[in-house]
């Protein structure tokens, strides 16, 4: 057994990379299948109200460098708490110091009653709509349906505002409204982060714990978004959107895949002496195959648990493991089947040109 596993080393390597590549590969694009509305972070935390929650007063933001954002009963109007101007700074905007601004501290210590529109640069660009005057005249028309000083425009593609982005008409506007003038008993849903680089993991945890523990004092409840598809779902959704990150990462798979189906049936055809004899000998065609089984399955299935158990360990070292235990399982039993195609195909492919050659 010693002298078996010794002279197969490298064939054995070869698996062991592959199998941790398909691995790594597969937690990608199962990550990619989880959405984070707002361009926030997986450190988000979200809250939705019970009945319990009654209107109150958002003073105890004032204090906190969080940005938390409130999505409302009316899929167009979403509270913004951002005392950093994070959306400001990372999102495209309309920009025109002479009417054109975002919030200010002062807005938020005031509770002004005040809003950025949220527009579709990239179709309106594509519309022949963006100008100064189109978006001077929707920002109106937005201030009159909601009855609030309209102080800037943002991209809502940008800021991540849902399933709005793509398809938002061009004479439509959403808004971010201050969240000191929200009715809170208004609110479907909460998104609590801390999304500036420049502040330490302690210090962010710290801000969102303290603005957590109000929240539920205040009747909200803490929920988890972070539902990633199965690993068989992800794949057909990457291969369908076909996006270019996941293109790259499908590419190697693919790549990785075939270089171990080449090399699985180089491998084992260099047993075919073994079929040779077997049909010399009159062996049965089923013992002989369940042989070939048994020498190579065992070693193939350990090393693909021992891949799965290191890949785990340092995604989860890294904080980057997405993927469930049953993802684990379902990518070896994958893998595992592909081995036993190859083996399969080699031995009857060997047994049918030996038993020709024998007539």
Not at 203 to 230: C, D, H, R, W, Y
Request: hydrophobic share 45%; with cysteine; charged share 25%.
């Amino acid at each position: 057994m010693k002298s078996f596993v010794k002279k197969n080393i490298i064939f054995y390597i070869l698996i062991f990379a592959v199998n941790s590549i398909i691995l790594i590969a597969a937690n990608y694009v199962v990550g990619n299948t989880i959405s984070i509305p707002y361009e926030l972070y997986e450190t988000r935390r979200v809250f939705v109200p019970t009945e319990k929650v009654k209107n109150f007063d958002w003073d105890f933001l004032l204090e906190r460098n969080v940005v938390l954002v409130a999505e409302t009963s009316d899929s167009k109007v979403v509270g913004l708490y951002d005392p950093g101007m994070y959306y400001f700074v990372n999102s495209t905007k309309a920009l025109d110091p002479r009417y054109l601004r975002y919030f200010s501290n002062e807005d938020y210590l005031k509770k002004t009653d005040t809003g950025v529109a949220l527009i579709n640069i990239d179709t309106m660009f594509r519309s022949g709509k963006l100008s100064p005057y189109i978006i001077k005249k929707g920002m109106k028309r937005a201030a009159d349906t909601y009855n609030i000083d309209i102080i800037g425009a943002l991209d809502i593609v940008s800021v991540g505002y849902g399933s709005l982005e793509e398809s938002y008409p061009t004479d439509e506007f959403a808004i971010f409204k201050n969240i000191f003038k929200l009715n809170s008993n208004l609110i479907k849903k909460i998104y609590v982060d801390v999304p500036y680089i420049d502040v330490p993991e302690t210090e962010k945890f710290n801000e969102m714990e303290k603005v957590s523990e109000v929240l539920k004092e205040k009747g909200f409840t803490e929920i988890s978004e972070n539902k990633a598809q199965p690993v068989i779902k992800a794949f057909i959704h990457a291969v369908l959107n076909y996006r270019k990150y996941e293109r790259f990462i499908l590419y190697c798979a693919m790549v990785s895949l075939s270089v171990f189906i080449y090399t699985s049936v180089i491998y084992l055809w260099k047993y075919k002496e073994y079929i040779y004899i077997s049909r010399v000998c009159g062996t049965d065609f089923f013992k002989m195959y369940k042989l070939i089984l048994k020498y190579s399955i065992f070693q193939i299935v350990l090393i693909s648990m021992v891949a799965s158990f290191g890949i785990w360990i340092y995604l989860g070292l890294i904080k980057e493991g997405i993927m469930s235990i049953f993802d684990y399982i379902v990518v070896d039993f994958i893998f595992l089947l592909l081995f036993l195609l190859c083996i399969t195909g080699v031995y009857i492919f060997g047994f049918l040109r030996y038993s020709r050659e024998m007539r």
